[in-house]
């Protein structure tokens, strides 16, 4: 919703995934070439490596937004269990890779957005602290334990 709201009509150029259940009620709100919606991609990974900014809730996707290095604006879903995605969005702001708006202040979104592309030296550092935060091997890692436990040799 906010970000049809702000940039459906003029703005910078904008890959909007909004996932199958919303796809159709938002798709008649855009009206400009330069807003792209989907409700989905199989290459999520190129539309991150076309992002200059990202803007998405704080879920598991942090990690991909980080692998790739894209400075982001996060909005931890209230109602998460055990309150997990403020929880991701906070490490990632401590790094210097994200900054948290919370749900209740998404108005903030657009000035904030705008901010951030007239400012290619934070993009630039902030681009470099979520390529420091990712952890690109964590599967390796948990697999490794995992098989370490298996054979006895953790406790």
């Known amino acids: 919703e906010l970000a049809v709201s702000a940039w459906g009509d003029e703005g910078p150029a904008v890959l909007h995934i909004s996932g199958e259940r919303d796809y159709e009620a938002l798709r008649p709100r855009v009206s400009r ?3 792209v ?5 199989d290459h999520f990974g190129d539309a ?3 992002a200059d900014v990202a803007v998405s809730r704080a879920g598991g996707t942090v990690w ?3 692998a ?3 400075p982001s604006v996060l909005v931890p879903y209230p109602h998460a269990t055990a309150d997990h995605q403020t929880l991701n969005a906070k490490h990632f702001e401590r790094g210097g890779g994200a900054i948290v708006v919370p749900d209740a ?3 903030r979104i657009p ?3 705008a901010e951030l592309l007239a400012d290619r030296e934070r993009l630039a550092s902030m ?3 979520m390529l420091e935060l990712a952890r690109p091997d964590a599967a390796d890692d948990v697999a490794d334990e995992l098989i370490a436990l298996a054979e006895g040799r953790r406790r």
């Open 127 to 129: 681009s470099a602290a």
């Open 64 to 66: 991909e937004l980080a």
């Open 33 to 35: 070439d330069g807003y």
């Open 37 to 41: 919606l989907l409700a989905q991609t």
């Open 105 to 107: 202040e998404v108005d």
């Open 68 to 70: 790739a290095g894209v």
């Open 111 to 113: 000035a904030l957005v």
């Open 48 to 50: 991150l490596a076309a």
